[in-house]
Each structure stands twice: as C-alpha cells, then as structure tokens.
C-alpha cells in the first residue's frame, strides 16, 4: 500500500524567474531640467491601451542605510493583481559619488540608474507608471506610457506633497487617489482612468513593493551568511 | 644721535603742549653708515599635479518574477443588484488610509524559494479586496476573520486553534473558496465529528454558495460511488465513516489536495485507530481546526502534528522548544484578543436538521395536530394550538419514542470543547425534562441543575458549587428560574436549547451571563430544528424585530417586546382563527 503524505509540501512555482546582468552605465550627467517646466501641447497617441489588457506599473526605491538603494517595479492587473516583480540588487553610492553628484544624486539613482533599468528589464506592457518619489517622474524618458506621481503615497515633512509643487503638471483621479501627470499627457490618462475602477487602492501597492524588497533582502542576506 | 629742542616750560597747562622735532643737522641715518646693493635669486616654477579620482559607475542587476495566474482567484462576482450596488458604493467610498493595518496573505517559513514567498506577499490585503467589492461575502468578515484566512491561504500545513465561537469553520469555508477559485486545490475533503456534518453542509451554503459540496453517507456502494466521484470538489465525512471506508481512502487513485480535520484533537492521540485512518489520506495540504489544540500535556500537539508534518515534533520534547517549532504553523485568537473586532455578544445560530427519527415523529405529529385543530372549527381556541406547538418543539429536543436528538449530538460537542478549555457555559430550556435528558448526556463535564425542582434553599449551594468547582463546566437552567437575578458573568457561552417565545426573556438569560464585569465576550448558540415550528416561529421574531429596529433604530432599549401576537399564533399553522380572518 503507497502512501502518500504531504507530497508537494513545496508549492508549485509560480512563475519564471530572471536573472539579469547588469546594464550598461550611462555617461555621469548633469539632472536634466524637468520636463514640466516646459507647457507642450497634448497629445493624445493612438495606440491607447484596450481595457481588458490595461496594466499598471507601481515604481518605488526603498533607501536603507545599512544596504542601499533598491528599486522595485510591481506591476498589477487593472484588478490590483500582481502580473510581475521586477527588484534590484542595492546601490550603494561611494562617498565620492555624495560629494560629486551632491544634491542630485538621488535623482540620478532613481531615474537614471534604477527606473530606467528595471524598465528596460519589465516584460509586461505597461500601460501607466506611476512613482510615489517625484524623482520617479524623470523616468519617462525611458518608457512611451504616461508616468504619474500618486501624490497621496508621497511624503515631505510626514505630509503629501501639494499638486501644485510640480509646475506643469495636472491631476487625475484614479481609485480613490489623486495622480499627477504632466499636462501634455494628461488626455490621455484622463482616457484610461476609467479602466482602474476595479483597483482596490491606488496607494497600497507601493507598500507591497516594500515589504517585497524587504523579504528579497532578507533572503539575500540568509543566503550569504549561509555561505560564510 | 639726535637733539631735541623744548622751550621752557612757564607754567603746569603748557607741558601738554611740549614738541619734539628732529634735527637734521645733528642726525643720521643708516644710508650713511652702510652701501645699498640689489641682488637677484631665482625661484624654480610651481607646476600643479592632477590627481585623478575615478567614479565608478552606478550599477545594479534586477531580479525579475512572473506571476501568470495571479488574476483567477476571485470568486466570481455576485449579480444579485443589491450586492452589486454594495459593491459600487463600496467604490466610490474608497479613500486610502496611510495607518490601516491591512490582512495581508504572509507566506509560512516552510515557503523556501522567493518566488513563491513574493507570489503570496504581493497579493493585494485581503481587506481591500473586500472593500472594494471584488471578493464578496454574505456578511462582512470581521477583520481578525480575514487574518485567519491570510494565514490558511498559503499555507500547506497549518492549524487554526481559536478559541470556540470565532468562526473557525467560516473561516475554513472562505479560504477553501478562495483556493478552489485561484484552481490551487480542485479536490478538498472535511472531517469532522458526526453532528457537526450538517453543520458544514449548511454553512459552506451560507458562505461559498457557488461550491458544490457532498456528505458521504449511505450504504457502502454508495460511499464508494461518492468517494471517487470527481463532480463534487468538497467532500464532508465524518470521524466514525473514514474508519469503515479506509480501504478505498488509502487506493493509489486516490488523492486530496486538501484535508481538513474539524475538532483535530480527536487526533490527539497518536496510537489511536482514527489517528491513524487519517493520516493514511494521501493528500498535499493539512490543516487542523480545533479550539482546543492542547487538552492535556504537550504531547497532544505532537499527536495533531504527526497528521500535518509527521515527525515534525517528537513526543517528550521540552515545552520551549514545541513552542518555537510550532509558532509558525498555529493561528490563535481568543475573545479577549479580538475582542476590539467583535461584539461583546456573540450569536451563533446553530440550524440544526432533526435525526431521521425525530423527523418522521415530528412530521406524524404535526400532520395529526392540524388536522385535529382544523376539526374543532368555531372550538378552535389559542391554547390548542399552544399545545400543538409545545409538543412539536418537545419532539424538536428529543424523539419521545427513541430520545434521539440532534440538538443533544451537537450540544455534547461544543460542551467538550467548552470543557476543554478550562470554561464554563449555560444551558437553557424550558422544560425539566430535556434539562434531565440533557444532563445525563453531559455528565463528564460535570453537570449542575438550577431550575424549579431545585429547592430555593439548595440554589445559592448550586450557585457557588458551578462558581468554584473547576470540574463543573456546564449549569442546566429553566428560563422561568435561570433568567433573573443571577449572575453568571464567569460564563462565556450561552446555550439556548430550545427558543422562547419572547426575545426579550431569552435576552434575560443571555444577560446572566453577559453582566457589566463580564469576564469577556459571551457567545450565545441559539438552536434551531429547520424546517420545524422552531423555524416559523423564529422567522417571524426575526421580521419583527427587523420592523422594530427599522422603526426604532436609534432606540437603546436592551430588552423588546416583540412576542407573538394571537393571530401570528394561528398563522404558525395557516390556521384561521375562529373569529377572524385566515393569516397568512
């Protein structure tokens, strides 16, 4: 008689796993001016998502002292499901780079260095990026969909920043929250605002990326001690 | 050397004008007394060095995860319009809260690989989804509810140990739905004692409608046919019958995804032969229900363990060390802890169906009854149809011809648990007799009579015998004695074995136990035969009680007279009354 108990205590994968090399470095470069100081007139391109496929694609960098910067790119269904994590390994910026980058470092590691990498890197088609950092919003350099910032997931002095602190940009309302994009894109997520009705929160997802990296951290750290 | 000139001083005021002056005749000077020349000194040239710093660049590597089933495993949507509307008010209310605290799915430590810890940790809080009306359910879960069904979902061994009253068995059903849903598990098969098989069937109808579900009983050939059919994914067995068909459970063919086992310490015991049946089930995931995980010693753990992970604990292991291996596979709450997301009175309503012996009684006698009453004619009077009803609701406690009783099975089982863990509980009836009836069944668990043939003086003694006594855990009472003037706020559970006519002294003797003081929150399990008078007469309460609320809703009367009225009476029966019109 064959007994079977607990066989596959280990859940199925769920999914395929990819390890990347890491990406060419782009020439140090001065923060380029913001593309929101500059009033373009809207464009409304023709190629709109449909609304079955609609996607959306939370970006986040998690900065911790003790191992660096880390991005995070989560992208959800129009449900709030999860489609695909993409994470990176910490940077972690030398002294000389503090010193020579100076106050804009920071928007260097984010949109040059991590959003743009993790971008190039998500196989799902994205139909809206949205950032909770305003240095996220320079990634739309890198991707031809609408990138927003979720302004009640931003934090400046424990309080949301205001709408109108990023000149040239206006608000569209999505799932409860307010999402600022600059006007030239405007029409156009005002056009697929509506396929998000089923999201249950605009904001949370940032925190999921979190508490992903927190755990690919964790592994990661688990894995080295193992090998020391 | 040189030579100062003064003029003579005339008087003290003019020394502050005294002057000096050099005189060039009798002076010199260093060009005189030493040659002037220049000579010139060469300085070699200062040349900069450049020190090159290098600034390496920036650069990380990503990790990627594809999660392609993620988008199935919501049960489909209600289309009933009143929930659909639900569930767009639910939207249009939505506003992000920074500081809730949401039901997140948390993979167990047994999940190794990241990209099965991140499939579950990336799942959206499961609060949300229900306040966004895409996961629905026929009452709102309460939120340590949807904790209990985050801890199940991902996990392939686990146990659910809160304390009785909670809602373990919704809280299984909910998870088995959504698992079933997301295609996780297809097959799943629930084991619990005898008289709760009813009680599952009934609530997985309440709470996963859309799951077919089967009991397996019948003859032998029967079972088997049911055993192996694949149509229905959730299987309901009991205890006793896993024994009689161990044979065709242990066959190659077949396999569960799933077992759960309802009241798990009956497992306790590792040598014991249901033990043993059960955990020859092939299966892939284990989950344990039980508000009672350790009765006696430690190694009642072990026992329930030997079923989820065989060999995980050993028998004789120190406390401490059963304590850290087993955290992260138990999930218990108790009342006091959850006590902020519950209300201070907890109704079960235990809808129990009669024992076929009860019901072939119940129907002769009913059938008898009404065509008696409708004999009498202009006769008719309300105290016939008292009777008529006093008589059905005694065949709904016990058949008089067997003293089967489907109440009683139930009623044992939720007094061992209560027993089990050190508590203390209520029982309430109006009759002596099933009082009498009652306390024969429950005599392991010690127990204590207060009713009208308790002599008045004896009661205080009773009293404080249930009080003191910790081997007594249950107090038999009659409403008309039990329901005034005592407390009994020592007791968290509160059983109503038959119904009352009148809510508010049914409230009464909830209230014995539920006193300001009380000791925590007090679960109150009404039961109810189905399809019987009981359940005519506690559908009209309901109704009125509704009207009352509806009409009263700011009211904070504890107590309302909301009993039958005369012609409601008539109406159990469709019965018209002698002076009046037929009601309905």
Request: aromatic share 8%; hydrophobic share 40%; net charge negative.
């Amino acid at each position: 008689m064959t007994v079977k108990v607990n066989a596959g205590r280990k859940p199925k994968s769920t999914g395929a796993v990819t390890t990347d090399s890491p990406a060419s470095f782009l020439a140090i470069e001065t923060p380029q001016t913001s593309q929101f100081l500059f009033a373009v007139s809207e464009r409304m391109p023709d190629n709109l998502p449909k609304k079955n496929e609609a996607t959306i694609g939370y970006f986040t960098v998690v900065n911790d002292e003790r191992t660096g910067w880390t991005g995070g790119l989560l992208v959800l269904d129009r449900a709030g499901r999860p489609l695909e994590f993409q994470c990176t390994l910490p940077v972690r910026p030398t002294r000389a780079h503090e010193i020579l980058f100076g106050p804009t470092l920071r928007s260097h590691l984010v949109a040059q260095v991590i959003g743009k990498l993790l971008l190039s890197k998500c196989r799902t088609p994205l139909s809206l990026i949205c950032c909770d950092l305003p240095e996220g919003l320079k990634v739309e350099s890198f991707t031809k969909s609408p990138v927003t910032l979720v302004l009640e997931a931003t934090s400046q002095d424990r309080h949301p920043i205001s709408a109108d602190s990023i000149s040239g940009s206006e608000t569209v309302s999505i799932a409860g929250a307010t999402f600022l994009v600059a006007m030239e894109r405007h029409a156009e997520l005002e056009a697929i605002a509506d396929f998000y009705n089923d999201l249950p929160d605009a904001v949370e997802p940032f925190e999921r990326i979190r508490e992903a990296v927190k755990e690919a951290h964790s592994q990661l750290s688990r894995q080295n001690s193992e090998a020391a | 050397m040189s030579f100062f000139s003064t003029r003579p001083r005339d008087t003290p005021a003019d020394a502050s004008e005294l002057t000096a002056e050099i005189d060039p005749l009798h002076s010199w000077v260093t060009e005189s007394m030493f040659a002037v020349d220049t000579c010139e000194l060469s300085l070699p040239n200062i040349e900069p060095v450049a020190l090159p710093i290098r600034l390496p660049k920036l650069t990380t590597q990503v990790r990627g995860f594809q999660f392609p089933d993620a988008a199935r495993w919501i049960p489909p949507k209600s289309s009933t319009p009143d929930q659909a509307g639900a569930a767009t008010e639910a939207k249009k209310k939505r506003k992000s809260d920074p500081n809730r605290k949401h039901n997140r799915i948390k993979p167990p430590s047994d999940i190794v690989k990241l990209q099965d810890r991140l499939y579950y940790l990336l799942q959206p809080p499961l609060d949300l989804l229900v306040g966004s009306g895409q996961l629905n359910f026929p009452f709102e879960p309460f939120p340590y509810q949807l904790d209990g069904m985050a801890f199940l979902f991902p996990r392939y061994a686990g146990i659910l140990a809160d304390e009785m009253g909670l809602g373990k068995t919704m809280q299984a059903i909910s998870t088995i739905r959504l698992l079933l849903c997301s295609g996780e598990v297809r097959s799943v098969l629930l084991v619990c004692p005898k008289p709760l098989v009813t009680n599952w069937l009934r609530e997985f109808s309440v709470w996963a409608p859309e799951i077919p579900i089967a009991a397996i009983e019948g003859s032998s050939a029967k079972r088997e046919f049911q055993w192996r059919s694949p149509q229905v994914p959730v299987k309901v067995a009991n205890y006793e019958l896993l024994m009689r068909d161990q044979s065709i459970l242990t066959d190659d063919s077949m396999h569960f995804d799933l077992v759960v086992l309802d009241e798990a310490q009956r497992i306790k015991n590792r040598s014991s032969t249901t033990s043993t049946v059960v955990r020859s089930i092939p299966r892939t995931r284990s989950w344990a229900l039980t508000g009672t995980p350790v009765e006696n010693c430690p190694d009642d753990l072990v026992g329930i363990f030997e079923f989820l992970s065989p060999g995980y604990l050993k028998p004789g292991m120190p406390m401490p060390q059963i304590a850290k291996h087993a955290g992260d596979y138990i999930l218990r709450r108790t009342k006091d802890m959850v006590l902020d997301d519950m209300p201070p009175k907890l109704y079960r309503d235990a809808e129990l169906d009669l024992t076929p012996e009860q019901w072939s009684t119940y129907e002769a006698a009913e059938k008898e009854g009404v065509l008696y009453l409708e004999n009498l004619e202009q006769s008719l009077t309300i105290q016939h149809v008292f009777e008529l009803v006093l008589r059905l609701k005694q065949i709904c406690n016990f058949d008089p011809v067997t003293g089967s009783s489907a109440k009683l099975e139930r009623l044992v089982a939720d007094v061992e648990e209560v027993a089990a863990s050190g508590k203390k509980a209520i029982v309430f009836s109006q009759w002596v007799k099933s009082l009498d009836k009652i306390r024969d069944a429950l005599e392991p668990f010690g127990p204590l009579e207060y009713h009208g043939k308790i002599p008045q003086k004896k009661r205080n003694t009773v009293i404080d015998r249930f009080k003191n006594d910790p081997d007594s855990h249950v107090i038999l009472m009659s409403y008309g004695a039990g329901s005034v003037g005592l407390n009994l706020q020592f007791c968290e559970y509160v059983f109503l074995f038959d119904r009352w006519w009148n809510p508010a002294i049914e409230d009464q003797a909830i209230n014995r136990a539920h006193r300001l003081g009380a000791a925590g929150a007090v679960t109150v399990t009404k039961m109810m035969a189905m399809n019987t008078i009981e359940q005519r007469i506690n559908d009209v309460l309901d109704q009125k009680r509704e009207m009352f609320d509806a009409l009263f809703s700011s009211s904070e009367t504890p107590t309302r007279n909301v009993g039958l009225s005369r012609e409601e009476i008539f109406g159990l029966f469709d019965l018209r009354a002698p002076c009046g019109k037929k009601v309905a």
